[in-house]
């Protein structure tokens, strides 16, 4: 069983700059590709970011290239968002989800190649 904890989120004006972390417990050390997504109410759960095992490999949504930054640190078993620039319409709860292997079920945009998601973090932004 693995644990995803989400921190990090909070209050930020627009234009201002957040940085999410997550971490994923696990007994013994296993790759996880790891992806942030986002929900607003009434609306389906939408890609943000994902990152390899490795972190050789990065993807984002449109919507974020160039102000979101994903990283990880293995040896923490951990993933960041780092967000700058933030836009009310990036307002939303914001989750962490892990792929063990095998990998490449699904793309890394789709939610169900994720087995292990965390609670998710509010992230609100005030215009």
């Known amino acids: 069983q693995v644990h995803v904890v989400e921190s990090g989120g909070g209050l930020v004006q627009a234009g201002g700059s957040l940085r999410l972390s997550c971490a994923a417990s696990t007994r013994a050390f296993i790759p996880y590709d790891m992806g942030w997504f986002r929900q607003t109410p009434g609306k389906e759960r939408e890609f943000v970011s994902a990152i390899r095992w490795s972190g050789g490999d990065t993807y984002y949504a449109d919507s974020v290239k160039g102000r979101f930054t994903i990283s990880r640190d293995n040896d923490k078993n951990s993933a960041y968002l780092e967000m700058h620039s933030l836009k009310p319409s990036d307002t939303a709860v914001y989750y962490c989800?892990?792929?063990?292997?095998?990998?490449?079920?699904?793309?890394?945009?789709?939610?169900?190649?994720?087995?292990?998601w965390g609670q998710g973090t509010q992230v609100t932004v005030s215009s």
């Open positions: 989800a892990a792929d063990p292997p095998p990998f490449d079920r699904y793309p890394a945009g789709d939610p169900r190649k994720y087995d292990y």
